[in-house]
């Protein structure tokens, strides 16, 4: 059987098509060697588990690696320092009776059965193992998240700190590997007295682990082109790569969930009878539209974090909708969290944040947009003329149509609304416009590049046909012919010969509606309200 894309769970070289891992594990092994305590923090399903499975057997050449996860442990193993440390002996035990650690003479086992009570009692333990261990012994602990509520954790990771600390006298850990999406090394030990709120950072001796886990365009022709060798679908591994990565910007999973639902999913459909046909730009259209309306774990989790954390939820609703642009700031908690949970990252030019890939923009705009629908007048009007069978004619979206009638309706629902509410919410409206018009048969994105309070693109998929359709607010004739010349660009780009553009205008003098211009060998459709 050949392998297949895997998005749940480990992933194994010999079952998996996966990216290139040995460069990734070299730079990961050099801060083992230097003896460094480490965090691998990155957002969720970012592949952590699969890097610390594959570290873990490189290591062992080496070592003598404990390689446990804290997945499963509820408040009762939390619940006081015996408890806790009952716990980490039982997985240590049970590494040492099923994994067989190299390194460890066999008497330790009867040791780890017979804990020592309490943190102290745990300390001294570790010293004894790692004085008795043939090779340096390496600590990796998986799944820390839930553990950092907790302060018997703190308490355990501060015994570690004071041990690293002194390890040139006492014997501990060579090294110690932490992994989970928050970052532990800004998390906060009690040390004092309730009464005197001081806090100190248990786990500020840890390294900066700055290997890169996303993957490159590289990567994933590397990744298509093992697929191809047992497959042979014909695609153009290298276009297609970096057509997922333009999605994806490299973001593991949502890379190997496209992968998976072009070679699972899109073969046996109509439109795509078979791979070869499934694995062209048609295709991968399709799976993202299929993505992007599927239920998964990274997607839940994205509305839980937003539900969890409201000031992370309203900036990032500024910066799409209103088009703030934020500045990054490492000091800013609602920046860092997410950072840390791989919703942001830093603009290109380095000083404000962007959401991170396409994806995450349009499920975030989908989500928005889905908790306004039943209040909005715009999706309404949109309900009730795609009801009128308005704006698809043989399968096929007629754009200007979506326009013409975009205009009719915000001057019959907004006309009396002043500059600053439009600047505020103009690209809002439209799309909850768009959204019952092209929903379970297109998508659409927004082009992060010109997102900003005066210019957006947005570009729309519709059964293999794309538009590209600029809004923007008016802002002078040179204003409007930059415009133009833009516009003009991104249809080189996409090779198109149409382009819309949607202009709000607040000039007394305007004239609203739907007009055509020719410039050279292009059609431009521009709406004014």
Known sequence: MRKRFNTTGLCYPDEHYMVNMEKRLDDTKTLVDRGEYFIINRARQYGKTTTLNLLAERLKEEYAVFSISFEGMGKEEYASADSFCRNFYSLLNDELLY??????????????????????????????????????????????DQAGNHETFLTFLGMLRKKFLARRKLPTF???????????????????????????????????????????????????????????????????AELIWDYTSGYPFLVSRICKILDEYIPGRHEFPDLRSAWTKEGFLEAVKILQTESNTLFDDMVKKLNDFPELKKALYSILFQGERVPYNVYNNVINLGVMFGFIKKSTNGESIAVSNRIFETQLYNLFISEELLNSSMYKAASADKDLNRFVQDGRLQMEQVLERFVEAFADIYSDADEKFVEENGRRFFLLYLKPIINGVGNFYVEARTRNRRRTDVIIDYRGQQFVCELKIWHGDEYNRRGERQLMDYLDAYHLTTGYMLSFNFNKKKETGVHKVRLGQKVLIEAVV
């Open 174 to 240: 060579y090294s110690v590997i932490l992994a989970g999406v928050y970052d532990i090394k800004n998390m906060k030990l009690k040390i004092r007295d309730d009464t005197e709120h001081q806090y100190n950072s248990p786990w500020n001796i840890a390294a900066d682990f700055m290997v890169n886990m996303s993957f490159s365009v590289q990567d994933i022709s590397g990744m298509l082109a093992d697929y191809e060798k047992d497959v042979c679908t014909g695609m153009e591994v290298s276009k297609m």
């Open 99 to 144: 994994h067989t650690v190299e390194g460890i003479p066999d008497t330790l086992c009867a040791v780890c059965e017979k804990p020592r009570p309490g943190m102290g009692g745990l300390s001294d333990f570790i010293s004894y193992l790692c004085r008795e261990a043939d090779r340096p012994v390496v600590l990796m602990i998986d799944e820390v």
